[in-house]
T-cell receptor, first 112, second 119 residues
Framework: QKEVEQNSGPLSVPEGAIASLNCTYS??????FFWYRQYSGKSPELIMS????GDKEDGRFTAQLNKASQYVSLLIRDSQPSDSATYLC????????????FGSGTRLQVQP | GAGVSQTPSNKVTEKGKYVELRCDPI?????LYWYRQSLGQGPEFLIY????????DSGLPNDRFFAVRPEGSVSTLKIQRTERGDSAVYLC?????????????????FGEGSRLTVL
């Protein structure tokens, strides 16, 4: 079982719709959770972080965390063609290894 | 510098050759990470430095891979006897984790990567 699992996609949504991206993780001691966006040929950039159960909103983005279910999601409201990218879920234990473990990413396509 | 700088941006080499990839982190960042990313995959952890020391090298795939950070700033990833399977984008990232009074937000700042192709 991979430490961080994501559906590879592509997830295709029409412009203006809500895109829902999901991620599960296997290590129960994971404490910090992140969503990175990666455009084709570019490096990952952080768009959201979440540390406690519940929702966290930032503009059009909402991250949701459920530690009991070991599940984290990202909602993108009013999706734009410029949101088309690969979205990487990453987790951090905050103890021991201080590096992020990434999922393989979900490719999002927003159709104009 | 303003961001994480990696050189070379592209490297083509022949199987069996030795390769060095360089990373210059954001000024003042004590933590430095090397990841490897293959097509269609997420970044795969290789090694993490806190200052000059390798705090975690558990991701290095074998003893052909080695990394150093002698002065706690610039790091070099060294790959001996390259194999075709080593072809990937090697990403370097830095963070402020470890600086006094700075919480570990987990945010990594990535460079643009070094694309390695082994023929």
């Amino acid at each position: 079982q991979k430490e961080v699992e994501q559906n590879s996609g592509p997830l295709s949504v029409p412009e203006g719709a809500i895109a829902s991206l999901n991620c599960t993780y296997s290590d129960r001691v994971s404490q910090s959770f992140f969503w990175y966006r990666q455009y084709s040929g570019k490096s990952p950039e952080l768009i959201m972080s979440i540390y406690s159960n519940g929702d966290k909103e930032d503009g059009r983005f909402t991250a949701q965390l459920n530690k009991a279910s070991q599940y984290v999601s990202l909602l993108i409201r009013d999706s734009q063609p410029s949101d088309s990218a690969t979205y990487l879920c990453a987790v951090n234990r905050n103890t021991g290894r201080r590096a992020l473990t990434f999922g393989s990413g979900t490719r999002l396509q927003v159709q104009p | 510098g303003a961001g994480v700088s990696q050189t070379p941006s592209n490297k083509v080499t022949e199987k069996g050759k030795y390769v060095e990839l360089r990373c210059d982190p954001i000024s003042g960042h004590t933590a430095l990470y090397w990841y490897r990313q293959s097509l269609g995959q997420g970044p795969e952890f290789l090694i993490y430095f806190q200052g000059t020391g390798a705090a975690d090298d558990s991701g290095l795939p074998n003893d052909r891979f080695f990394a150093v950070r002698p002065e706690g700033s610039v790091s070099t990833l060294k790959i001996q006897r390259t194999e075709r399977g080593d072809s990937a984008v090697y990403l370097c990232a830095s963070s402020s984790w470890g600086l006094a009074g700075v919480p570990n937000t987990g945010e990594l700042f990535f460079g643009e990567g070094s694309r390695l192709t082994v023929l």
